[in-house]
């Protein structure tokens, strides 16, 4: 049985919903999921232009369902990259990162302000790497 632990040391400021080292050991199955952006069926962006929050949501809603796919849920995942073409949308990212991840199941997460995402209008990018039973 795969065997996940979360630690936030002592030594490092409390991280605010995320966890600093997320350690597995045992047999298990590692997945990566490629970066989601907030792209509805027919591959077109959600929300109105700019829309920061619609297109985060979107992307964590697609994640959740690539997830789906090979019987994961946002519990099993232990690493998330976030990249945010402006970076003052850090406050409604938290919001929505929050309302999806579980506050006991928090991965270690990297936040990075990029100038522009490879899809034209795209604000926001996340990709994963979940950890499950073999």
């Not at 919903?17 to 907030?38: F, K």
């Not at 619609?54 to 997830?67: D, S």
């Amino acid at each position: 049985m795969t065997k996940v632990r979360r630690l936030n040391p002592a030594t490092l400021a409390k991280p605010p919903g995320y966890t600093y080292v997320v350690e597995t050991t045992g047999p298990g199955r590692t997945v990566y999921l490629a970066g989601q952006l907030g792209l509805d069926l027919d591959n077109n962006l959600v929300g109105a232009p700019g829309d920061f929050r619609a297109q985060c949501a979107q992307a964590f809603e697609n994640l959740g369902l690539a997830l789906a796919s090979v019987g994961a849920t946002f519990n099993d995942v232990v690493k998330i990259n976030n990249y945010l073409t402006d970076i003052s949308h850090i406050g409604i990212f938290r919001e929505v990162r929050d309302s999806f991840l579980d506050a006991q199941a928090q991965p270690a997460s990297t936040t990075v302000a990029i100038p522009a995402l490879a899809r034209p209008g795209a604000l926001f990018e996340i990709e994963a790497v979940a950890v499950l039973p073999a």
